[in-house]
């Protein structure tokens, strides 16, 4: 059926189409989870890790205030720079999710445990000599190792967050090209389709169109050929089928008219009198032997 092929010339387009939009949405899909997943995490341990170098800093200072002597260490701000640490440091145990960030992270926890121990252990010292040597020996120790391991998660998340950013321009990239092939292939597609259905579809019309003409000018004798099974098909079959009546009824009715003009003039002969028959313009037509003998003596 002539459906059936429009629908089958068509298919390749309609499939090429849905097969990009479907891959296309699988990537942005995958897009989204990795924005999600991936720098959510990494801006949370980036910020974590930085909150966190700066509440040890406080912490730092507020113990070499202790030991400084003149000025003493305000203990509220103390509680404030550990609670500010210690919260983070939770959020930094919860988003490590890159390799390698979450050994960190402990290492993070287990040095400030010593570094809080160090603390304690200044406060409970009276000598300031003594405290200046606690600090210099447990304090500071534990502080830099901390600063370092913060400082290798930032980095960590640093490099994690421009890898994705990378990956996205990657996908944004792909989805381009994908969308760039598609668009070819579907062009090349519907090129190809519409040659075949002009070929399949305006030539047989083409064909019909030439074998009217020639029927209204006479010509019976030029059968449309069929070439398919479908509506086209069944037209030029219909359409031969009327010729093929056409060209009988014209045959059948030129032998009446043979006949008929035969039996006017066996007719006319009969007749002893001369009969002439005439056209519209007064030309004779037609006469019988009594007609010719008359305009023969006439002629004499």
Do not use: C
């Amino acid at each position: 059926m002539l459906r059936t092929r429009l629908f089958l010339y068509l298919l390749p387009f309609v499939v090429i189409l849905l097969a990009v939009g479907a891959y296309a949405i699988v990537l942005f899909a995958r897009l989204a989870s990795i924005v999600d997943a991936s720098v959510t995490n990494n801006y949370q341990s980036f910020t974590a890790a930085s909150a966190m170098s700066l509440a040890l800093a406080g912490m730092d200072r507020e113990v070499s205030w202790v030991i400084s002597g003149p000025r003493v260490s305000n203990k509220n701000a103390l509680m404030e720079y550990r609670k500010h640490f210690e919260t983070n440091l939770d959020l930094l145990l919860k988003a490590s999710t890159l390799p390698g960030e979450r050994a960190l992270s402990l290492n993070v926890a287990t040095n400030y445990q010593a570094f809080l121990k160090a603390v304690d252990t200044i406060n409970s010292l009276d000598s300031p000599e003594n405290q200046r040597q606690a600090y210099e020996r447990e304090v500071v120790p534990s502080g830099q190792t901390i600063n370092l391991l913060l400082q290798k998660i930032h980095d960590l998340n640093h490099k994690a967050m421009l890898a994705t950013s990378q990956n996205i321009r990657n996908i944004t990239q792909e989805v381009t090209r994908l969308m760039i092939f598609g668009t070819v292939l579907a062009l090349l597609f519907s090129t190809f389709a519409g040659y075949q259905l002009s070929r399949s579809i305006l030539e047989p019309i083409q064909l019909l169109t030439r074998a009217t003409r020639e029927l209204g000018e006479g010509r019976l004798d030029q059968p449309v050929p069929v070439t398919t099974r479908d509506e086209l098909g069944e037209l030029a079959l219909a359409f031969n089928k009327m010729a093929a009546q056409l060209q009988e009824y014209r045959q059948s009715t030129t032998e009446k008219i043979v006949r008929l003009h035969r039996t006017m003039e066996a007719t006319l002969a009969s007749f002893p009198d001369p009969i002439f028959v005439l056209d519209k313009e007064g030309h004779i037509e037609l006469k019988n032997p009594a007609a010719d003998g008359l305009t023969s003596e006439i002629g004499r």
